[in-house]
């Protein structure tokens, strides 16, 4: 498309990014036939191609966001469908990210948005802090109906039933392999995860370590910054990102690493993303290194191979794919591949490209379109009879967890069960 | 911009409050769209270079509700533009800024699904891809597949009679279409044809066909279903030159062997393709994907008859796809080819028909053309029924080129008329090719067809300033709409 910014306005590097993606775009239309909010919402402003233009408009003219475009683009679920789509390969995700970091900074939203935001901003990242509220909110629960706002009412019924002690697997420590050493990786303990589901990363240190990997938890990281990043607040997510970068670095400068294990699909699309975050700063060639060396935990079991997959029960495994895993990385096989050789029998839904309506934390900011993706990706599930359905990702997890009576399990602790590890925690009443 | 648009009626938009309210009135609360930040998303389709902010946008959910907005538009006379997915390459969703567009994407319901009678009917936003998705597990499909077909919707595959790489075999759109629910300028809403084929009378829905949103509004479609073959299979055929695979073309069509699909992509688009598909396209001047289906002894015996041909030509490459992904993979890269030249530049994709033994003359003419006018121009197309859309490369950021390649353009739409071809496949006319109707038809033709759209729209209020040259369609409506307000 035609654009008509300023040798001015090109000056700025994100400016300039955005100029070349939307140069890129020739507004076919592809996008919008894979847009989950399109198909709900029926309207151009609320797919890829809407949005693609409600962004250049603002930031051609360099306006004041209006409340209707800053709906629009908060509508996105960020799933990167309308990426996997583009024929002409548009980076919708850098516009995008572009677009919030603009509207964080030149818009105001109403008094109560804000303090969502800032409360979600300054508990989920945070792994005791998020504990506490998700205690907070099992307790609250009984009041749900007292509470006026949908979002708020969303919070609380994300509160998982059982809220695990802290596992001590996630503190700063190292792994031994067993056997001989094969790779030396470290695991990003992530934070929302950590609260919710402590199994995960348990299930993957032993899955390592069984394969012959010496797995760190390096000290001094935290939160990867996808959450604040969605929010536009660049500012919070690149101080979680630089932390990051900087223990890593430490040990890879240290005593070497093969590649930083990450078993949220959510993270792994940001952290792959750190050397674009930093590009053109003083931290651009660390944040390169780290995120050449982020693999999903799917990418390095591929890579090393299942050992002695025997153990587990050959169950019928409908398997979600995520979205930040199938189009923010790209992995769509892989995960597939290895459930089968692990011995079961893999389902894909229907419209499996299509998102669960989780995305981060708009599954609390839209729970209305949220709540209507769920239930088409849980009937979709459904529909193909699964005894329990796996997922990479925490959020897919807890939102299709919260629409259906079958078991919802991470690959990951399939995969762990397969080759000699417990039988996951969530299908141990099952048949 | 070279193409001109008719200034828009004043009155019109100093009442613009007053429609906004009306359509308001008429209409759920989420169906009205007149913020104007809002507004300019829908101010063009896939054809970017000639954009304009409607008024507003409804979206409706019934044909009840299209009525509804179609009474409110006729009784304060404001034009509308009907919208399907906004795919359209020759601007034909273009709005004008005194007309409301209305979207029907939310038409988007499966209604009957007659396997016995081999029908089904859809509300017209259902996209064309999703028709065939549905009748997949059921064993049957829907034929015409224009390359836009994942996002495309079957109300605007009716307005364009829409083709694809499939209607060498199945024929197009207007072959396909059993019956329609349309709804009048007026708000009337009629019933065209039906599911029992061949009905009594005028063939009306054989006029609405292509009539491109100058007649009416297709709510709902009543679409011709086909059994799955029992396979399918391509080739690639790679060529030196383009000539040579345009004369590959014309002598397979000759030999009386039938693929289903011929299609044609040289080298600059190969090179855009190949980076999203992965499809190993031969590297070549100019390749043919030709599909044969039927049994395996018959897809075995027509590839045969094919190679011989091909073998005769000296090709570089000939390859059969060797299983389901790789097929996939081959067609993927051709139905995103003009997405995919996205990779390379801006473009204008034009849409020329030609006869099918004419194909190697035009091939040469339009490299001729092309040093001519000094832009590349990449060539994919629907080369069995000569259905050509080369697109023009130029840059939209440089002042002046993008008239350099409209010119560029009509002179390979004028060739095409020229060597006994025409101005569209399917792509329609719209505002595109416009001005080179006269190129096509004579002042007799164009008034013939006119006089049919003042049967259907004597207020000329649906989809303005598209198909008729805008001189020839002004001196018509000054001698005619007199006539009809006197009536």
Known sequence: ?431 | MTIAMPAPDAQVIAQRPQIVAALRAVLPADAVIDDPHETRAYECDALTAYRCPPLAVVLPRTTAEVAAAMRVSHGLGVPVVPRGAGTSLAGGALPTADCVILGTMRLNAFLDIDLANRYVRVQSGVTNLSVSAELEPLGFFYAPDPSSQLACTIAGNIAMNSGGAHCLKYGVTTNNLLGATVVLTTGEIIELGGPEPGPAGLDLLGVLCGSEGQLGVVTEATLRILPRPEGARPVLIGFDSPEVAGECVANIIRSGVLPVAIEYMDEPCLRAVESFAKAGYPDCPAVLIVEVEGSKAEIDDQIARIRAIADALNPVEFRESRNADESLAIWKGRKSAFGAMGRLGDYICLDGTVPVGQLPHTLRRIGELSRQHGLEVANVFHAGDGNMHPLILFDANTPGDLARAEAFGADILRLCVEVGGCLTGEHGVGVEKRDLMGDQYDPDDLAIQMQVKDVFDPGWLLNPAKVFPLEASAAHRAHTAPLAAAE
């Open chain 1, 1 to 431: 498309m035609q654009t008509t910014f300023t040798p001015e306005q090109l000056a700025d590097p994100l400016t300039a990014r955005s100029n070349e993606i939307l140069r890129t775009c020739v507004h076919c239309g592809f996008c919008t036939a894979t847009c989950p909010t399109y198909k709900v919402l029926g309207d151009e402003l609320d797919s890829p191609r809407g949005r693609i233009y409600l962004i250049k408009d603002m930031l051609e003219n360099a306006r004041v966001p209006d409340d209707k475009t800053v709906t629009h683009i908060d509508r996105c679920l960020s799933c990167l469908s309308c990426m996997t789509t583009c024929p002409s390969g548009v980076h919708y995700m850098h516009l995008v990210d572009h677009a919030r970091e603009y509207i964080e900074q030149n818009y105001r939203r109403p008094l109560p948005d804000r303090v969502l935001r800032w409360v979600l901003a300054r508990i989920l990242p945070y792994p005791g802090r998020f504990r506490l509220a998700l205690l907070g909110a099992k307790l609250g629960r009984p009041f749900r109906r007292l509470i006026p706002d949908a979002r708020l009412r969303a919070m609380l019924d994300m509160a998982p039933r059982d809220i695990p002690a802290p596992s001590r697997n996630d503190s700063p420590q190292v792994f031994a392999a067993q056997g001989p050493r094969r790779k030396r990786v470290a695991l990003l303990t992530g934070c929302a995860q950590r609260a919710l589901n402590t199994d995960i990363n348990d299930a993957t240190i032993r899955l390592l370590r069984r394969h012959g990997c010496e797995v760190v938890i390096p000290r001094g990281m935290g939160c990867c910054g996808a959450l604040t990043h969605h929010m536009g607040r660049t500012g919070e997510s690149h101080a979680f990102a630089a932390a990051n970068i900087r223990a890593l670095t430490a040990e890879i400068d240290g005593a070497g690493l093969d590649a930083l294990v990450i078993n949220t699909s959510g993270c792994g699309t940001t952290v792959k993303d750190y050397g674009h975050m930093f590009a053109g700063g003083p931290l651009e060639a660390d944040a390169a290194r780290v995120a050449a060396l982020a693999k999903d935990i799917t990418e390095v079991m591929a890579d090393l191979g299942l050992t002695d997959a025997t153990h587990a029960v050959p169950l019928r495994v409908g398997y979600h794919a995520a979205c930040s895993l199938q189009h923010g990385q790209g992995i769509k096989a892989t995960p597939k591949e290895l459930l089968a050789a692990a011995g079961f029998t893999v389902l894909e839904p229907r419209d499996s490209h299509i998102c669960c309506g989780s995305a981060g934390t708009y599954n609390l900011m839209q729970p209305a379109i949220s709540a209507e993706l769920k239930a088409r990706k849980v009937a979709t599930l459904e529909a193909t009879s699964p005894q329990v359905i796996s997922a990479g990702n925490i959020g897919c997890m807890m939102q299709i967890g919260s629409g259906t009576a079958v078991p919802v399990v991470h690959t990951v602790e399939l995969l762990d069960w397969a080759t000699g590890g417990p039988r996951p925690q969530a299908l141990r009443h099952a048949a």
